[in-house]
């Protein structure tokens, strides 16, 4: 089946820098591509879609420069989150469409952990 | 607008036990409908789905039907497992390039 890959799994970076965040369509071309928020026991916050070839739509109250999203080619997407502070820590996940029997199916990155110290 | 309205959770069960997870929506047209699982410091994965009325999703014993009359998408499985501990998230897609999702419900199977 369809799987996507996400790395790195985990980060730990200093307050001020800036992480990049790869999804990655390992079997199937994904033209769209989501990327998700998801603090501690809490659901999935939708954060942009990202569209290949063009510039990501963000949900509103995203802050799109602090949350960059590149999506140069049908097989990947990051994310960049610039200038990391504390509460920028959380689990991004990253989502891509794939077509599957009867329905597109929304296939999930096992997600990112951030950590801003 | 399009929702998705889930059971709130915790859900603690016994090993064993029977599990029901709620799940309506509100849409127009015919959406495809799905039950996303998500383990402990992991992703998302599709557990089931189903794309049209009186459809019935099922994987690992969980099964889910489409009712289309009472616009519901339960997740049930008759007997839980300890490995069954996870997050449970309802969703549904209308166009096929949209997806809501339902705030989750947690399940913790103790032995």
């Known amino acids: 089946g369809a799987v996507v890959s996400q790395h790195p799994s985990w980060v730990i970076c200093k307050s001020g820098t800036s992480v990049k965040i790869e999804c990655r369509s390992l079997?199937?071309?994904?033209?769209?591509m989501f990327w998700y928020r998801q603090f501690p026991k809490q659901s999935l916050m939708l954060m942009a879609t990202s569209n290949e070839g063009s510039k990501a739509t963000y949900e509103q109250g995203v802050e799109k420069d602090k949350f960059l999203i590149n999506h140069a080619s049908l097989t990947l997407s990051t994310l960049t989150v610039t200038s990391a502070h504390p509460e920028d820590s959380s689990f991004y996940i990253c989502?891509?469409?794939?077509?599957?029997?009867?329905?597109?199916?929304?296939?999930f990155g096992a997600g990112s952990r951030l950590t801003v110290l | 607008g399009d929702s998705v309205t889930q059971m709130e959770g915790p859900v603690t069960l016994s090993e064993e036990a029977c599990l029901t997870i709620?799940?309506?929506?509100?849409?127009?047209?015919?959406?495809?409908l799905f039950w996303y699982v998500q383990y402990p410091g992991e992703g998302l994965q599709l557990l089931l789905k189903?794309?049209?009325?009186?459809d019935k999703g099922s994987n690992k014993g969980f099964e889910a039907t489409y009712r289309k009359e009472t616009t519901s998408f339960h997740l049930e499985k008759g007997s839980v497992q300890v490995s069954d501990s996870a997050v449970y998230f309802c969703a549904y897609s209308n166009t096929g390039n949209q997806f809501y999702f339902g705030t989750g419900t947690s399940l913790t199977v103790i032995p």
């Open positions: 079997d199937f071309q994904a033209t769209t």
């Open positions: 709620n799940c309506t929506y509100t849409a127009t047209g015919y959406p495809s």
């Open positions: 989502s891509a469409i794939a077509g599957g029997t009867g329905a597109n199916v929304l296939t």
């Open positions: 189903a794309t049209k009325a009186d």
